[in-house]
């Protein structure tokens, strides 16, 4: 019972430090993202809290949590407070296998763990995949619930994308699949090892390149950004979904945003761009011996992919301009959809051809 | 334990099953339908059949549910009433449905707990649960494997071409 009590000891204080790392996120994602739309479009951001804004997501945080939650009349108040719930629910349950470091094994107290996942369970990217598609019940409930037809129509429109997005999403990494033969994030990650050709982004025999831009672009469209957030288009809609939500109710949707906009870049460095594995063969600390702390140094090469994808997001949303609603469906299913097969086909017969020829 | 498990997971799904069909707003009907997916998820995972969690989760919950919805959402704004109807004709049909399921309870009832024993307890296989299934699918069953996707194939250009009524109309352009 004692072994029991402290596995579970252990990994809830796993969870806690990743959902903790995981806000932190958010929150210098909140002030990242205008700082760099700021930089990009030649302003300067947020100034006034803290030295160069820096405080500027408590000042965020503490206004919204002080904000006057209302409840629109007519709407279904059962259904309009569980919907950011359930927005914000399968945002956070897919870290669970995301591997941030190496696939050490460590003993405490007689038991070994693995420090840098939670669980690595045979399914991993499925069990993402799967819990990433109840996201979009969050957003449909919210709309309905709100009794509002902007908020319906917002809800409707994102239920739409997020269905059509996640099908190219499921697709684009079915090429990484089929290179590394295993659905768990962490042997994917660990086949990636020893420089980045090896990373599936790039490896032979069929580099996963284009599989990498469909998924990239469908990500952006799951997570309803800029060019794809249609959802929220405040010329149409005026907010979408959660054009009735405020304070906390409103804060829940908006760290599901992010998180989520976390996971799949998280999901992205560990399927395309070799996870934690540096793009060197082994790590520079081992080199010069220090071969206990390499960890460090992986976990910084995971968390540097991951803010890369994320300074991505912030990019387009710079960059491009909104799609109307029909180039949007038409895009996803006429260019991204054929490219993602045409992917997976190209993928087997290269795999086939040099297994054959080993 | 795996009884426990198993009469959890039942249970909620029979209750959430009665519940689709009961309840009167037909948005509460879907999600008591979400409920029921989960849990049969949950059954699956302990099958150890992880990966038909997955896509139970992934292709019901995270998919044909949310069609379910998106049609509820817009249509039973204005006819609320008209799905709210029963004729007697169903409660003919019903009475032989339970008839036909009490004797059928009535001559396995016995053998019905061994079944689920035997299915629970079963180890996992050597390989994973994915590959399991995609050797079976693409040697035991590739005949109706196949023969399954060609009847989607078919569904699929049925509802292109119902969608399309002005297909032969239109002037192609």
Known sequence: MTELGLRVAITLTQISVIVGIV?????????AERKVLGWMQDRMGPMEVGP?????PFADAIKLFFKEDIVPAGANKFLFTAAPLLALIPAFIGFAVIPWGPDLTWEFGGLSIKPFVISDINIGILYILAFASLGAYGIILGGWASNSKYSLLGGLRSAAQIISYELNVGLAIVGVLILSGSLSLVHITNAQAGGFWNWNAFAFPAPQIFALVVYVISTVAETNRVPFDLP???SELVAGFFTEYSGLRFAFFYLAEYANMVLVSCVASAMFLG?????????LLSLIGLPSLAWIENTMWFAFKT?????????LRATLPRLRYDQLMRFGWKVLLPIA???????????????QLK | MAYVFFGYFAGVIALTAVLVVALRNPVYSALALLVMFFHVAGLYITLHAEFLFA??????????????????????EKTPDRYHMQSWGSLLIGGAIIVEIAVLVGQHGVSFGSTVERTALSSPSEEGNTEAIGHLL????????EVASLILLVAMIGAIVLSKKDLSESPPS
Not at chain 1, 23 to 31: A, C, E, R
């Open chain 1, 23 to 31: 806000i932190i996120t958010v929150l210098l994602l909140t002030l």
């Open chain 1, 341 to 355: 097969l045409a992917n997976i086909v190209v993928t087997s017969i290269a795999v086939f051809i040099a297994q």
């Open chain 2, 55 to 76: 896509v139970q989760l992934m292709v019901y919950a995270g998919a044909i549910l949310i069609f379910y919805l998106f049609a509820v959402m817009f249509l039973t």
């Open chain 1, 52 to 56: 160069y804004g820096s405080l500027q």
């Open chain 1, 232 to 234: 929220e288009a405040e």
């Open chain 1, 275 to 283: 996870g934690w594995n540096a793009p060197y063969p082994g790590t």
């Open chain 1, 307 to 315: 803010y890369s994808f994320l300074f991505l997001f912030f990019w």
């Open chain 2, 138 to 145: 693409y040697t035991s069953y590739l005949f109706p494997f």
